[in-house]
């Protein structure tokens, strides 16, 4: 069983478009995370959810929109998609904060053309 | 400000060689300290984790790392690298609770050469 599960692994769109990523867990754990990895391999958090709270709102232009229908489920939309965003997107659990490891999804890799 | 530093961009070793990736933080509090390591293509996995007590810790594939709060260093070290071994290495710092976050370094790529 994947502990961590994105979907779509590959997703290729145009400008202007609105896309949505789905992450799912079956850890039990109580946070998940979005980050953008860009394509120099530097990780950045975007979004944080304590049991579908939100927690941490980096900044992150609001066509970034996290949501979070129940613990285990994450997901991210996308509006407007522009070609900054291009990269791939991870998503995360942990059984707690900042200070527990945290599984990782295995990506999704955006392409806006 | 919290912040990680990976001096090392690129790192290539021989199979069989010992290696050492540096790491270096800054955060204002009792830091939680972490290695990951990310396969092409894949997520990142934990390597190994230091929260406190004994400061040289123990990981997953062999690999250990030292904590040294006088040098705000936690480098990582293995004393003989396979090639399945080449991959991006992230260390990364975090606080105690949910409102903190995991800052992440910008990586080392390591390449181990037969």
């Known amino acids: 069983d994947t502990a961590v599960s994105q979907t779509p692994k590959y997703l290729v769109t145009q400008m202007g478009n609105d896309k949505s990523i789905k992450c799912e867990q079956n850890?039990?754990?109580?946070?998940m995370y979005w980050y953008k990895q860009d394509s120099k391999k530097f990780l950045k958090i975007m979004f944080s959810?304590?049991?579908?709270?939100?927690?941490i709102n980096e900044t992150v232009p609001n066509r970034f929109s996290p949501k979070s229908p129940d613990k285990a489920h994450l997901n991210l939309h996308i509006n407007s998609l522009e070609l900054g965003d291009s990269a791939v997107y991870f998503c995360?659990?942990?059984?707690?904060?900042?200070?527990?490891?945290?599984?990782f999804g295995p990506g999704t890799r955006l392409t806006v053309t | 400000a919290q912040s990680v530093t990976q001096p090392d961009i690129h790192i290539t070793v021989s199979e069989g060689a010992s290696l050492e990736l540096r790491c270096n933080y800054s955060?204002?509090?009792?830091?939680?300290l972490f290695w990951y390591v990310q396969s092409p293509g894949q997520g990142l996995q934990l390597l190994l984790k230091?929260?406190?007590?004994?400061?040289l810790v123990q990981g997953i594939k062999g690999f250990e790392a030292e904590f040294k709060r006088s040098q705000s260093s936690f480098n990582l070290r293995k004393p003989s690298v396979h090639w399945s071994d080449a991959a991006e290495y992230f260390c990364?710092?975090?606080?105690?609770?949910?409102?903190?976050?995991?800052?992440f370094g910008p990586g080392t790529s390591l390449s181990v050469i037969p």
């Open positions: 995360a659990s942990s059984p707690g904060g900042a200070g527990y490891e945290q599984y």
């Open positions: 850890l039990g754990h109580d946070t």
């Open positions: 959810y304590n049991n579908k709270e939100l927690i």
């Open positions: 955060y204002g509090a009792t830091p939680y």
């Open positions: 230091y929260f406190s007590g004994d400061t």
């Open positions: 990364a710092v975090g606080g105690k609770t949910s409102y903190d976050k995991v800052i």
